[in-house]
């Protein structure tokens, strides 16, 4: 993402993925979306409540620095530490959302759009453009991160293996 890109211009690449994400999901028949077997044992709700979960973890650090805020400790259990491939968080999470209703599932990720939208908004130019500003972005400015929604983590490792799993099961 070339470092010319304005708050504008961010915002309007983070709302085009926002779209996007939100037509797959409309694709995706409303019985299917609680039904196990999405990707390993849990059902396209459960790959729902794990992302809106994460995105809670970046909200309150965007939330936390827009009002100049120290960043707060992650939802988990201080025991939980972050990995390589965060299972034991992952699974906390899961825990923790499994038995929420779909529609709460899904209101709580579209709200973490609006909120994330926000933050952004609410944030100074250095926030956005210094890619040391955040260390939890790895050296990526957060208007380079802005764009793809927050959602790359979902379209590498989920939306493939959700798309096959419908395809098989005559969805989406």
Known sequence: M????????????????????????????????????????????????????????????????????????????????????DEPINTWFYEQHRADPLDSVLAAWEASFDRLRAAVIALPDQALLDPAYFPWLEGTALIEALPGGFLGHFREEHEPTLRAWLAAGGGA
Request: hydrophobic share 45%.
């Open 2 to 85: 070339p470092a010319a890109l304005t708050r504008e211009e961010a915002l309007a690449a983070f709302d085009a993925a926002r779209r996007e994400h939100q037509a797959f999901l409309a694709a995706i028949p409303r019985e299917r979306m609680t039904e196990p077997g999405a990707t390993g044992p849990w059902s396209v709700k459960d790959v729902i409540a794990h992302l809106a979960a994460w995105r809670g973890r970046t909200l309150a650090r965007l939330e936390a620095a827009a009002a100049g805020q120290p960043e707060p400790p992650p939802p988990w259990p201080p025991e939980l530490t972050e990995t390589a491939t």
